[in-house]
């Protein structure tokens, strides 16, 4: 039997949360995935997928975990004790449940519990949202787990303008890569910053941690966490005491110069060496290589916003390219926030119009104590559980555990494959996977508009989001025309076809084997300070922001530091194995997850390489794997986020050890690296 007949591959996208949306080819054969790996449909991905997509996915699809049926549940809360049951028994289940919970609450008594498992504009939002928003449920600020603090920080200088996009960087001869595992989480931006060095282009890395692209770079800053603010407007002056910003530029396209170098004024380099544990050598090599550029380039990573001055420190980066009059040109600018240009329609794929004024909005972070809240005038009963793991991503993973494990709340999932979090549900749905759906793809770090069409059959009983929320749309009675959109029309939603790049194509139409580039709207590509022009309400970019002075007297960047409280600070950035908690339960991410510890701390405490140890504070627990390794400074731990309870015998991850209530500086966001831990041996 020849077993290639069947065997064809299909064009995808990998729908992940991730800055590339690489373009995919997939391989299939009688229904199944066989392989998938990277196609040259996006020329910015070119044919290359990280291996984690690459070794896992078909797993994920078809393994043991994918939920292929409804199921309820028929035991104690997290027993993991579920049964079969029919579509029609479990919306009939969901209906009932929310509708009591609603006849003796009112409607925001309804969690929409999600962030963004997967990234197409459908299954991301859009009849989930149109349902939710109808039913008058409570709302999320969603942000502040991941994501807003950068892209606020951004705003603040450039308001919704595309910045740099990242195929730029060849035109760079100094790029700073800034609280980026490139190699890990933006894994593109590699094979050009090779390109860029290999025409004598200087390359920075500025990480806590000797991550992969540190050692093949120029000068590796290794910074203690939390303090990149101090450093960025330290930078900043003595840039200034060395004549070295550009008066004409400044005078012409930035607004707040003398409020920021007021600030900036205060951090001197022998503060920049105590605070952020650097030397004066290495900081004055960084001026020396800034002033000899002339096209610069920063890239700035999620690591930077997972700190209590974490938009400050973002923010702080971000000016540099403007005092130094490194926008207008290619190769100069912030690699950021390209994706802007891509014609998204969220308001109408959404129906924002919706929403009932005055429904309460609470954010994500703050979901443990919510959920066990119950002076609240409208408490939470009821809940759905989709596009999200929060147990394996929230902070004080304990307190929201405790949350979800109560008996008198109800709780709807739906998900791809059986997580922590599907486990404590009552009623479990059955999500298709991007593989067996139509969907259109913009990207947050790229600026390529693609879709994708199903490449295997629905796996089982499963459906896609839209369907599945189509069919509960119904179930509640809800019959608007806007309820009954197909995914078609949904595509046509997300995208307004009146772009210049699209010249009337519809979201719907967009070519499977291609991506469109968004460009400037004079055809060129796109350029801060040339023919794109900041979004801000000077038209400028602003280093001082008004809004941010108003709600968290925060104007201007500085540093706010969090008293450490033990002797570790621990950091839990992306992993090779994962993106985010995605892929958690399949098999590279079984066992043990690793801890670095930099071999001064393991000696002075008399641990040995591999050994099992155990991480711990106030709140909690986690056995974890020691591996010994100077790629980490001392009094520095390191293990990567998304593990799930069952690889640590405390039935707890490093999200446990996390406090919830550090916020930062600005958008009330999570503080992910201001956790402070101790360890022993097992």
């Known amino acids: 039997m020849d077993h290639q007949a069947n065997l064809e591959t299909l064009p995808s996208v990998c729908p992940?949360?991730?800055?590339?949306?690489?373009?995919?080819?997939?391989?299939?054969?009688?229904?199944?995935i066989v392989s998938v790996k990277g196609s040259k449909a996006n020329p910015y991905t070119d044919g290359v997928i990280c291996n984690k997509v690459a070794r896992t996915y078909p797993d994920f699809i078809h393994g043991d975990a994918r939920l292929t049926h409804p199921l309820k549940r028929v035991g104690p809360r997290g027993s993991g004790q579920f049964e079969r049951i029919s579509w029609e028994e479990a919306l009939t289940g969901i209906h009932t449940a929310f509708s009591a919970a609603i006849a003796k609450h009112g409607p925001e008594t309804i969690l929409p519990f999600n962030y963004s498992g997967p990234h197409g504009e459908l299954a991301g939002g859009s009849m989930d949202r149109r349902f939710f928003y109808h039913m008058g449920a409570l709302m999320l600020n969603r942000g502040p787990l991941c994501g807003a603090v950068r892209g606020g920080a951004y705003s603040s200088l450039f308001g919704n303008a595309p910045g740099m996009p990242p195929e730029q960087v060849v035109h760079s001869d100094l790029v700073l890569v800034w609280g980026n595992n490139v190699t890990v989480s933006n894994l593109h931006l590699t094979s050009l910053l090779k390109k860029m060095r290999a025409k004598a282009g200087k390359l920075i890395i500025i990480d806590p941690r000797r991550i992969k692209i540190a050692e093949h770079c120029d000068m590796h800053i290794q910074i203690r966490p939390n303090t990149d603010v101090v450093f960025a407007m330290g930078l900043a002056a003595e840039l200034e005491r060395r004549d070295a910003l550009d008066h004409g530029f400044i005078g012409k396209w930035v607004e707040g110069f003398d409020a920021y170098m007021a600030q900036a004024r205060k951090y001197d380099i022998p503060q920049i060496e105590k605070i952020c544990g650097i030397t004066a050598e290495e900081i004055h090599a960084v001026v020396e290589m800034m002033i000899a550029a002339k096209n610069m380039a920063c890239s700035f990573g999620n690591g930077i916003e997972r700190g209590r001055s974490g938009g400050s420190?973002?923010?702080?980066?971000?000016?540099?390219?403007?005092?130094?009059?490194?926008?207008?040109?290619?190769?100069?600018?912030?690699?950021?926030?390209?994706?802007?240009?891509?014609?998204?329609?969220q308001a109408r794929l959404h129906g924002n119009h919706l929403t009932k004024p005055g429904t309460r909005v609470i954010n994500i972070v703050d979901l443990g104590n919510a959920l066990q809240d119950q002076t609240a005038d409208t408490p939470i009963t009821a809940a759905m559980i989709y596009n999200h793991n929060p147990v394996a991503t929230h902070p004080d993973q304990s307190n929201l555990i405790k949350g979800l494990m109560r008996d008198d709340l109800f709780l709807a999932g739906c998900d791809i494959a059986m997580t922590d979090s599907m486990a404590l549900c009552d009623v479990i749905l059955p999500a298709s996977s991007h593989f067996e759906h139509d969907d259109v793809f913009g990207a947050y770090g790229q600026n390529y508009l693609q879709r994708a069409a199903p490449v295997i059959p629905q796996v089982g009983e499963s459906l896609p989001n839209t369907e599945i929320f189509r069919r509960l749309a119904a179930q509640f009675g809800y019959d608007d025309a806007i309820f009954k959109a197909d995914?078609?029309?949904?595509?046509?939603?997300?995208?307004?076809?009146?772009?210049?790049?699209?010249?009337?194509?519809?979201?719907?139409?967009?070519?499977?084997?291609?991506?469109?580039?968004?460009?400037?709207?004079?055809?060129?590509?796109?350029?801060?300070c040339k023919n794109v022009i900041p979004a801000t309400s000077s038209g400028k970019i602003e280093l001082f922001c008004q809004d941010y002075e108003d709600r968290f007297?925060?104007?201007?960047?500085?540093?706010?530091?969090?008293?450490?409280?033990?002797?570790?600070?621990?950091?839990?950035p992306s992993s090779d194995k994962r993106t985010n908690a995605t892929f958690g339960g399949c098999a590279p991410s079984q066992g043990l997850e690793i801890v670095e510890m930099h071999p001064d701390d393991a000696a002075a405490r008399g641990l040995s390489?591999?050994?099992?140890?155990?991480?711990?504070?106030?709140?909690?627990?986690?056995?974890?794997?020691?591996?010994?390794?100077?790629?980490?400074?001392?009094?520095?731990?390191?293990s990567p986020k998304g593990t799930w309870r069952a690889t640590s015998e405390t039935g707890l991850t490093v999200n446990a050890l996390i406090p919830a209530d550090v916020r930062t500086d600005i958008e009330d966001g999570a503080c992910y690296h201001e956790t402070f831990v101790d360890v022993t041996p097992c």
């Open 313 to 345: 420190g973002l923010r702080a980066g971000m000016a540099l390219p403007a005092l130094t009059g490194h926008h207008g040109r290619l190769g100069a600018g912030v690699i950021a926030k390209s994706g802007i240009a891509t014609p998204k329609n």
């Open 487 to 528: 995914d078609r029309q949904l595509m046509d939603d997300a995208i307004n076809s009146d772009h210049p790049q699209l010249n009337g194509l519809k979201g719907s139409e967009i070519p499977l084997d291609q991506a469109i580039e968004m460009k400037a709207s004079d055809g060129e590509d796109m350029i801060m």
């Open 553 to 572: 007297g925060f104007g201007v960047p500085r540093y706010d530091p969090v008293k450490q409280s033990l002797p570790f600070t621990l950091i839990s």
């Open 16 to 32: 992940l949360d991730c800055p590339d949306t690489c373009s995919l080819n997939v391989q299939v054969q009688d229904g199944t």
């Open 609 to 638: 390489d591999g050994e099992k140890i155990m991480i711990y504070n106030d709140l909690g627990k986690v056995a974890l794997k020691l591996k010994i390794t100077n790629a980490t400074r001392k009094g520095v731990l390191y």
